[in-house]
């Protein structure tokens, strides 16, 4: 949770630039003019923006069919993805885009590529054909489980060019977590690589794989490489096949589908409250028209743009605003494969100054990092190209926001703090730079047709500066429209707390201008440096270990990824508490979830504490894990059962 106090204390407001103003894609008036619309009429709002940004191939009978908590956008319409991200910004009178950047590629090592959409149009039709010519046909779930290369994206494309639905699984992830994804989906295909470039190193992405599909009880018929590393890789015949050979032989002819406006789109999994997570469904035309209105206005699009979000397209900011959002505006999408500080700390500043990057787009773990590392590396580029600055994944605290704003944007830049979810799709609350003041962490004022507001347990809103729950009281076109194969879980998860209003799992209150100001997750959902990780997930991960007998995992609050995570662990009798067990278990984790949900800080315990009814006293470990660092050795046993008596009336 972000710092309420000097969130309730914070002042300061920053005007939009008149020169930017003047020139932003949306100003005053047009902001205006939409919210107006927007609040009277949020189903009309979003028919107008699905004409104006999406091409579609025949029109919708309704543009919205809502029978809560089941929303259905442009019902009876029809488009494709790939065509509205490729063909429409290379014929006609837009054919001269052909030959324009649609994506700078940066490898880790210093290799990179430039693909016009030409080219990229070209690829993803040469790769939809490599697809169905192995069996992938509409509606079948392809996982993708790849590094930050070009493609992720034209593997991405290629599906939603014939209609089959991806799954991007995190690179990052273990080959447990794999596995289960895989097995959620019902993937019929995996397209991998051999790996990546991460601090240096090549990791390995393959060698998870096969581990994943191990042992044979799995739906996967083929599995493609991409050769990225040269690493040496196992090919099982009948198979394993590689992207290049294919691609060679294959036709770069392949027309669109045209999809039905709810056709599954992707299924992204994100963690939930219980052990298991979570697969997002996102379906066509709603999500596309969502995107790329939000990319259009909130980002200022222009045509000579060279816009960069530094998202891994294996979570939600890499699929709407590296991928989606800008190809469908016929922008120029930045991708970097590797971290931010190799092979120096200096790396994201280099890069700017190398492509001309116009707008930024992070998140506020990563401007953490960097106000540590020192305002040299920044300052050593020329950073001058850039007029826009944006932020995402996590509550950004005010002095944070005073440093991008200073040493990154020169004071010149607006900041748009954009507050949204793998579930919302797109965008939900956020500054608009040509019109709307900001205030440093402040997400402000929702977009335009978006009717957020803050609400007690009871459905009732709250008073101004006071603290509640941030609630969606009308559907939106990216709303997801289900979590895979659990309607149960969607209904209870995001419609169970009001009536037909959207729970997002967030506090937040307002202040008397409207404003808003997210506090973070008040659920069991941690927010580590902007990734979900459930902390029923990672205390499912300890117990698969046969040394321990019962875990809890809290978070306690860190300076530069938010929340950092604190395991309670009691061992089995014989297992020994001390270092080499902490080791141990933080490998296990490692192994059975990834590297994101590695404890921070593991704690013996020889019982956990608990209420009389057998509830684990989680404010208690809370108040524990963010106390005072614990001098001396905390690899020993502790024993809570003294304190768990004294503070039981609490909880
Ligand atoms: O707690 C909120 C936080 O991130 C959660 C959503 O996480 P995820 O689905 O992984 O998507 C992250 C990228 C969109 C939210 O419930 N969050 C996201 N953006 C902000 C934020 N918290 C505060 N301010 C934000 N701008």
Redesign the pocket.
């Known amino acids: 949770m ?1 710092d309420m106090q000097s969130l309730l204390t914070e002042k300061r407001v920053f005007k939009p630039e008149k020169e930017f103003a003047k020139a932003a894609n949306w100003n005053k008036k047009k902001i205006a003019e939409y919210r107006k619309l927007g609040e009277k009429n949020p189903t009309r709002f979003w028919a107008q923006m699905a004409k104006e940004h999406v091409s579609w191939f025949s029109p919708w009978k309704k543009a919205l069919d809502w029978k809560p908590p089941v929303a259905k956008w442009f019902v009876g319409a029809k488009t494709n993805v790939s065509y509205n991200c490729l063909d429409r910004h290379i014929e006609g009178e837009n054919a001269w885009r052909r030959n324009k950047a649609a994506i700078i590629w940066e490898g880790e090592p210093g290799d990179s590529r430039v693909i016009t959409y030409g080219q990229l149009h070209r690829e993803v039709c040469q790769f939809a054909n490599v697809l169905k010519s192995h069996g992938v046909k509409k509606s079948d779930r392809v996982v993708l489980y790849m590094p930050m290369v070009p493609e992720a994206a034209i593997a991405m494309l290629a599906c939603t060019r014939i209609g089959a639905t991806h799954s991007i699984v995190f690179g990052g992830f273990s080959s447990e977590a794999l596995r289960d994804r895989i097995a959620d989906a019902g993937a019929k295909m995996v397209v991998t690589a051999d790996g990546g470039y991460r601090k240096g190193q090549a990791f390995g992405l393959k060698a998870h794989v096969d581990e994943a599909l191990k042992g044979g009880r799995h739906p996967v018929e083929r599995v493609l490489v991409v050769k990225r590393t040269g690493q040496k890789v196992k090919m099982k015949k009948g198979r394993d096949i590689w992207y290049h050979e294919e691609m060679l032989g294959a036709s770069t002819h392949c027309p669109p589908a045209k999809l039905d406006a709810e056709h599954p789109l992707f299924i992204l999994y ?1 963690s939930g409250t219980t052990g298991k997570p979570k697969g997002i469904l996102h379906t066509t035309g709603g999500y596309l028209t969502h995107v790329t209105t939000t990319t259009r206005a909130i980002f200022d699009l222009k045509e000579d743009d060279v816009y960069w979000c530094t ?1 891994d397209v294996g ?3 890499g699929h709407s605003y590296v991928v989606y959002g800008p190809l469908s505006c016929g922008a120029t999408t930045v991708m970097y494969e590797g971290v931010p500080v190799h092979p120096g700390p200096d790396r994201w500043w280099e890069l700017i100054a190398k492509w001309g990057v116009t707008i930024f787009y992070t998140a506020p773990t990563a401007i953490r990092t960097f106000i540590r590392l020192g305002d040299e590396h920044p300052e050593r580029h020329d950073l001058s190209s850039l007029r826009l600055l944006g ?6 605290n005010p002095e944070a926001w005073m440093w991008y704003h200073n040493v990154i944007g020169k004071k010149k830049c607006p900041i748009v ?8 799709g797109g965008i939900m ?2 500054a608009l730079p040509g019109g709307v003041n900001t205030k440093p962490g402040s ?1 402000t004022l929702p977009f335009p047709g978006i009717h957020a507001t803050v609400l007690d347990e009871d459905g009732q809103e709250v008073k101004p500066r006071e603290g509640g729950l941030l609630a969606v009281r009308h559907p939106w076109p990216g709303m997801l429209r289900g979590i895979w194969g659990d309607k149960k879980r969607y209904r209870e998860t995001y419609w169970g707390k009001w009536k037909n209003t959207y729970f ?3 506090g937040a209150h307002r202040d008397r201008q409207g404003y808003f100001w ?1 506090m ?2 008040i659920d069991d ?1 941690m ?1 580590i440096s ?3 990780i459930g902390t029923m997930e990672v205390e499912s991960a300890l117990v698969s270990h046969p040394d321990v007998a019962e875990a809890a995992v809290v978070g306690r609050p860190d300076e530069i990824t938010g929340t950092a995570i604190v395991a309670f662990v009691t061992p089995t009798g014989k297992a020994k508490a001390g270092a080499s067990f902490q080791g141990a278990l933080k490998k296990h984790v490692t192994n059975e979830i990834g590297a994101i949900a590695r404890p921070a800080d593991i704690r013996f315990t020889t019982a956990l504490p608990k209420t009389r009814s057998g509830k684990i006293m989680r404010r208690l470990l809370r108040n524990i894990a963010s106390g005072e660092e614990p001098t001396g050795d905390t690899s020993t046993l502790e024993d809570f059962n003294v304190i768990a008596t004294l503070k039981e009336g609490d909880e």
């Open positions: 972000a994100t998202a979570w939600i900011t932020t995402v994944g996590e509550p950004i703090d954009t507050w949204w979810q793998t579930e919302t609350i956020s997400a997002p799992g967030d997210i973070g997750r959902v927010n902007g990734h979900r």
